[in-house]
């Protein structure tokens, strides 16, 4: 099962629990855009070398003996038409049968598949991506694409809000980064503090104290070298979906 998104893919085999890849895009793609708000790449010799790498070889199968099912999402841009959907689509699925030689490619729809994996046919599924969020509904397993709503933001508007934070204290308390920290790991440790560290206050009280309180952040205190600490700013990440 290979689910391509705009920042990530996930992959794995069929019945498992969780995906067993699960990997940034562009550690494999050298910067290139695989998929662009739904719509996969033309460049086929990139696809290619991207599917065997990242998720065949990690996966440690050969990709002839297997059949795959292949995780789309329903386009919603509005200046891209639906028929350079189903043609960038094809030439996916012509990438696994041709040139990688899978047995055959089966494509559903994520927002049905993420109903079945939980026993439903009927539901809102909510997608929150890296660069866009996406409520669907699904009705009977069928797609309501007219009752999609796309909300231009998404996990990646979290991660930039920290970097922000992050270059703030550097200028303000003169917080130094080792030389030898490249800008991805700086990325890669600041999305691991969202993720360890960022909520949604339940009430006001807990907003309240999250202002007058400080976390200290273990990964990034532990590759910077000091001790670096957030209050509001960890409440502010979660709540930025609710009030964009």
Do not use: W
């Not at 920042?7 to 855009?33: E, L, S, W």
């Not at 599924?125 to 909300?151: F, H, Q, Y």
């Amino acid at each position: 099962v290979i689910d391509l998104g705009m920042g990530y893919t996930k992959a794995g085999f069929a019945g498992a629990a969780v995906p067993i890849v699960v990997v940034p895009n562009m550690a494999f793609a050298d910067q290139a855009a695989l998929v662009q708000m739904g719509v996969p790449t033309d460049d086929m010799e990139l696809m290619e070398s991207f599917l065997r790498r990242a998720v065949f070889a990690a996966l440690r199968v050969n990709p002839k003996s297997h059949d795959v099912v292949l995780c789309l999402s329903t386009l919603q841009e509005s200046d891209i038409s639906d028929e350079l959907h189903t043609q960038r689509v094809r030439g996916m699925i012509s990438c696994l049968l041709e040139r990688l030689g899978v047995q055959s490619v089966r494509t559903v729809h994520s927002a049905a598949l993420a109903l079945l994996g939980h026993g439903q046919h009927t539901g809102l599924v909510i997608d929150i991506g890296l660069g866009s969020t996406r409520v669907t509904p699904v009705i009977r397993g069928k797609v309501c694409r007219a009752g999609v709503l796309l909300e231009c933001m998404g996990a990646a508007n979290c991660t930039n809000y920290l970097l922000v934070v992050l270059q703030r204290l550097r200028e303000q308390e003169g917080l130094v980064m080792p030389a030898d920290l490249s800008g991805f790991q700086t990325m890669m440790l600041v999305k691991s503090t969202k993720e360890d560290h960022g909520f949604v206050a339940q009430s006001s009280a807990e907003a309240t104290a999250a202002a007058v309180s400080r976390v200290r952040l273990e990964r990034l205190s532990a590759a910077i070298g000091c001790d670096v600490g957030l209050s509001y700013e960890l409440a502010i990440v979660g709540e930025m979906f609710f009030s964009p």
